[in-house]
């Protein structure tokens, strides 16, 4: 049987104290809404349906792809009205229509996928998800007959001291049959909020003799709703655990766990180490063997297999070839790649470079817009002055090249092969290949001078 999902996001999150909507609010690198529409994906939703408000076209951009269409809320009338806003856009579909929250971003796919199998095997017209709440204080109460079966559900705010006594609470995960959405016709409207209330499709299913059923089978960490930042941080806790449990699976080792931060998106080879205070962004990639070091910041970059990268390295939009030693306290820019083997010291930052296999630069050094060839020796405190105020030029070091210390390289400048520069140069034209460049002033040595001004500071007294 086919499945439509329909994702729940015109909330106008108003305890975030936010001018962003709610469900784009980030976790581990992605909006929250990201999560819940990969999880329907995942449960093999045909046709996904975000229904939103007035944040609609935000969100559009956000996650408006690969089949997502969207319904317009124009008016926050509540979840059983979201819902109908819905219905157009599901028009002639034949199937369960799975209802899920933008902003419960840890629903797991297995936990769908058995609503969806144990609501198809019973044949139920109405499935509810729901869980056993720790503190269901603020939960929809589900309320069972004296058979067991579920007669309603009750929010809190009008529940009774009985009612309130329940522990077991609705999800706010339906999985509802195409041919029993005309229910959604019969919710009146809340009296205390003027809403819609969806809970309430449940009391019109039991009144119509739409069979209904709610199945005690979440997880509360599983499905916690993010309505503050307090949740929200909690919620990228989860995850993080989450994450890091994955990678740990596939033979990654965290030294300290609860102190690493990864995004969604990154990607960890196996036999890799990974010390404390370590975030790893965006879409990283790690290979296998590879160590990283304390106070190390990867974002969006591809690391090769047995790398080191040094404490306190920021390393952005980047690639590192296999071998590689980064850091520490360096910083590599975006769109940099350092070969195989290569090593870039304390205190270097490369931008826009490309740093051939086997070369180094150990120390003190700004490498900028330079293709550098392998087997290079760049000698502290040697930069490469780039920018002349209007535009940026390129410096190209050919293979085998010794830069001594203290150099500056004036762009645009070429350096031929096996050439070597002297320290404290100011290299402004081309190097030929094999060549000793020299940029500087003779040295003058003044015999007796030190000792003459000792005399004379003396006489002074």
């Known amino acids: ?41 995942k449960c093999g939703a045909a046709k996904i349906v975000v229904v939103a408000g007035r944040h609609l076209d935000q969100i559009r951009k956000a996650v408006g792809r690969d089949g997502v269409v969207f ?11 979201a819902l109908r806003c ?33 609501h198809r095997k019973e044949r139920n017209g109405i499935s509810v998800l729901s869980f056993e709440a720790a503190d269901p204080a603020e939960y929809g109460r589900v309320v069972r007959d004296s058979s067991g079966r579920i007669a309603a559900i009750i929010e809190n705010r009008d529940a009774g001291p009985e009612v309130k006594e329940i522990r077991e609470v609705n999800s706010g995960v339906y999985a509802i049959d195409s041919g029993s959405l005309y229910l959604l016709d019969r919710i009146r409207r809340n009296r205390a909020k003027g809403e819609y209330y969806l809970t309430d499709i449940i009391g019109e299913a039991c009144r119509t003799g739409v069979k209904t059923a ?14 503050t930042r307090e949740e929200l941080s909690r919620a990228a806790m989860l995850m993080r655990r989450r994450l890091v449990k994955k990678w740990g699976e596939k033979g990654v080792s965290f030294l300290d766990a609860d102190s690493v931060f990864l995004h969604a998106g990154v990607s960890i080879g196996r036999d890799t180490t990974i010390y404390p205070n370590v975030h790893l962004e965006g879409n990283t990639i790690i290979g ?4 990283i070091y304390p106070n190390v910041r990867i974002v969006d970059s591809k690391i090769g297999r047995g790398v080191l990268v040094k404490d306190s390295t920021l390393i952005e939009g980047s690639r590192v070839g296999d071998g590689a030693s980064v850091g520490p306290f360096a910083h590599v820019r975006p769109g940099s790649e350092v070969g195989r083997g290569a090593k870039i010291g304390n205190f270097v930052e490369l931008k826009k470079a490309v740093i051939g296999s086997g070369s180094k630069a150990s ?3 700004y490498l900028g817009d330079a293709t550098v060839g392998s087997g290079v020796n760049v ?17 190209v070091l050919g293979d085998g090249v010794f830069v001594g210390s203290d150099t500056q390289l004036v762009a645009p400048v070429r350096v031929g092969k096996g050439a070597y520069i002297g320290a404290g140069s100011t290299i402004t034209k081309d190097v030929p290949a094999g060549a000793l460049a020299i940029s500087r002033q003779e040295q003058k040595n003044v015999p007796g001078w030190a000792n003459r001004r000792k005399k004379s500071g003396k006489r002074r007294q």
């Open 71 to 81: 319904a317009l809320q124009k008016e926050a009338r509540g979840t059983g009205h």
């Open 86 to 118: 819905a219905r157009a856009a599901l028009r002639g579909f034949d199937g369960t229509v799975l209802v899920l929250n933008g902003d419960a971003p840890l629903i797991e796919s297995g936990t769908i996928t058995a609503l969806l199998r144990l």
């Open 363 to 365: 120390h003190l050094s």
């Open 214 to 227: 709610a199945y005690c089978i979440g997880a509360e960490e599983d499905l916690l709703g993010v309505n």
């Open 1 to 41: 049987m086919k499945t439509a999902c329909v994702i729940l996001a015109g909330g106008l999150g108003t305890r975030m104290r936010s001018d962003l909507p709610k469900v784009l609010h980030p976790l581990c690198g992605r909006p929250m809404i990201e999560g819940v529409v990969d999880a329907a994906r």
């Open 288 to 291: 296998g063997g590879t160590t």
């Open 379 to 395: 000698g502290a405190g040697t930069i490469t002055c780039n920018y002349d105020g209007e535009r940026k030029h390129a410096t």
